[in-house]
């Protein structure tokens, strides 16, 4: 049996987690749970699932907690101090880390650091810290594994095959709510319109990230470090249907991909159950109902954030940290109505033409830069 932590339970990567292993109580036990302020969800999984140790995001809510759990002898923790020790809780062999955004960097390291293998469904820990988390996993021997959709694709679609006869790795894309928006009317986008994915179920900051494609942008760089491949081998294409999850080329000219329902509990039961598969509860793939399979190129002009993305890739340092802090402030902007949908990734790019680079050795210089980051946004945007 594998006993997990997961990072991020009550979200909805921690939600189709808990779901698959509800599927599967001989194989899958829960020894942490982490969350923010939902303190009503993460009582109803503390009362299902009974982990030794928990964490919310700060003492109000721990106090909340503590009256709906009542006698319950959980142990209740909070704030990066209490996320990190859901994430390095003795009992966990695997910790699923599903905090969104660059929270999520410090227990991820943590439990890299503890000894355990990582689900990897935060794509901004290897975004702002890619080198240093990847020397990390090598050191301490620990497996990590992609949940992301379409990393996962890419992990499935290279296994039995050799990484010196790839040519490159094609992360497919929806295109988001705007992808036949004409660019003048990205003007006047408005956050409810931003809010509606055509096909898959999110959390608001993560929907936002799909609707300016800068998801995409984040993903190419998480590609990078997972499977060690340069800016000029990974490609993008808009897959409308999201039924082809990513692909990888070889020089034969053989395309392998990985096709499925876009349902994240298949990503999320393979990356759990590796090196065997487990059933997911995911609905059957019809393609005789779906008929047609679309792609287009992505447009990079209608789409600054995605070019953005690998311009940051390309020039290294301390630019992605840079990108992925000054975003996750825009964005939180943008949900705030502060500022327009345009401007988010206006103010991506201003930040990181402010920055001065460096090369980041030891997690203080990572989050140095990420603090920069923010601090610049926040003040373009004031």
């Not at 990190?84 to 960097?105: N, P, Q, Y």
């Not at 080198?131 to 992990?155: N, Q, R, T, W």
Request: hydrophobic share 45%; proline share 5%.
């Amino acid at each position: 049996m594998r006993s997990l932590s997961i990072l991020g339970s009550t979200g909805s990567i921690g939600l189709s987690t808990l779901d698959v292993v509800r599927q599967h109580p001989e194989k899958f036990s829960i020894s942490g749970l982490a969350a923010g302020k939902d303190v009503t969800r993460l009582a109803e999984q503390i009362r299902e699932f009974q982990p030794a140790v928990v964490s919310v995001m700060d003492s109000d809510a721990a106090k909340k907690l503590h009256t709906l759990l009542g006698d319950n002898k959980t142990n209740i923790l909070y704030g990066i101090e209490g996320a990190t020790a859901v994430a390095t809780v003795e009992e966990a062999d695997m910790v699923v880390s599903a905090i969104v955004g660059a929270a999520g960097l410090i227990p991820t390291v943590s439990a890299i650091k503890a000894g355990k293998h990582i689900a990897l469904a935060n794509k901004e820990t290897l975004v702002v810290a890619g080198e240093l988390v990847s020397d990390l996993v090598k050191k301490h021997k620990v497996e990590l594994l992609p949940v992301d959709s379409e990393h996962s694709a890419i992990f499935q679609s290279l296994q039995g095959h050799r990484k010196d006869d790839v040519v490159r790795i094609i992360l497919t894309a929806s295109g988001g709510p705007f992808r036949n928006t004409p660019a003048e009317e990205l003007k006047h986008v408005g956050l409810q319109q931003a809010l509606k994915h055509p096909q898959w179920t999110m959390g608001a900051k993560i929907t936002i990230d799909s609707a300016t494609m800068m998801n995409k942008g984040l993903e190419v760089i998480e590609a990078h470090w997972l499977f060690s491949m340069p800016a000029d081998k990974i490609g993008v294409l808009v897959h409308p249907q999201s039924i082809i999850h990513s692909m990888v080329e070889y020089i034969d000219g053989c395309v392998m991909a990985q096709l499925g329902t876009p349902d994240m509990r298949a990503p999320i039961a393979y990356a759990l159950a590796w090196p065997e598969r487990c059933e997911s509860g995911i609905p059957k793939l019809d393609l005789a109902k779906i008929g047609t399979l679309t792609f287009e190129e992505p447009d990079m002009e209608r789409f600054p954030a995605l070019r953005l993305a690998f311009d940051a890739l390309k020039a290294g340092k301390t630019y992605p940290a840079v990108l992925n802090a000054a975003n996750e402030i825009a964005v939180a902007a943008f949900l705030d109505k502060k500022i327009r949908f345009i401007e988010i990734a206006e103010t991506v790019d201003k930040t990181m033409q402010t920055h001065v680079p460096y090369t980041p050795v030891e997690l203080d210089d990572y989050l140095q830069a990420d603090r920069w980051a923010r601090d610049t946004a926040k003040k373009l945007i004031a």
